[in-house]
């Protein structure tokens, strides 16, 4: 029976996946570089906090482009790199 409970791990994946007009919720932001911290917390003071709503409104040139994303009540453009940062989980 503990095969119908799914991890939350399970189900996240980035920002930069997830399907235009999904509403997902942040999970966490990861930093893989030396600079990454400096970067996680300029993202974390734009809205992209965990457990804030986020929604990707348009991808530009079929997926390999900048994304518009929602973050609360704020759109933004973001580059793949950043978005690709982002651990979401689909609401």
Not at 51 to 71: T, Y
């Amino acid at each position: 029976m503990n095969a119908a409970h799914a991890t939350p791990a399970s189900s996240s994946l980035t920002l930069d996946t997830l399907p235009v007009r999904a509403v997902a919720i942040i999970r966490d932001i990861r930093t893989a570089t030396k600079d990454g911290a400096a970067l996680k917390r300029r993202l974390m003071e734009l809205g992209f906090v965990p457990g804030e709503r986020v929604e990707v409104l348009r991808r530009v040139f079929a997926g390999s482009g900048p994304l518009a994303v929602r973050v609360g009540t704020s759109t933004f453009a973001m580059r793949t790199l950043e978005s690709s940062l982002i651990e979401v989980v689909q609401a």
